[in-house]
């Protein structure tokens, strides 16, 4: 299991390090799952999007210094969610349950967005 972000399908201004270095752990991803198939180990990644984690608000202040920075972070985030909405860690960790459990038993070099359908439009 990796942990991408949906930067790995998505241009965003700014951050084209970031997001290559996302789009890399996809590729490796299917490179995985190719190699290590006839030794039954399924790869996969999960790909979220703006989660609400105490993280964000350093972020914020990283994007948007100054007064009211969570505002602005936010406002800019929420404007690209078609969900309208942050993600929540509890949400993320359902799709990481999901595909490390056998209900996911036939899914190998698969993508999860987790993004409320930001990479969807």
Do not use: H
């Not at 789009?23 to 039954?40: I, N, P, V, Y």
């Amino acid at each position: 299991m990796l942990n991408s972000s949906n930067t790995n399908a998505k241009a965003s201004d700014g951050i084209g390090v970031y997001a290559a270095i996302k789009a890399a752990l996809r590729s490796l991803a299917r490179t995985w799952a190719s190699e290590l198939r006839d030794r039954k180990i399924r790869v996969n990644v999960v790909s979220p999007g703006a989660t609400a984690t105490p993280g964000i608000e350093s972020l914020a202040l990283l994007l948007f210094p100054g007064p009211g920075s969570a505002e602005k972070f936010e406002e800019y985030q929420i404007g690209s969610v078609p969900m309208a909405r942050y993600g929540t860690s509890d949400e993320v960790a359902n799709a990481v349950l999901f595909l490390a459990s056998d209900l996911s038993s036939f899914t190998t070099g698969a993508d999860i967005p987790v993004d409320g359908g930001v990479n969807q439009f």
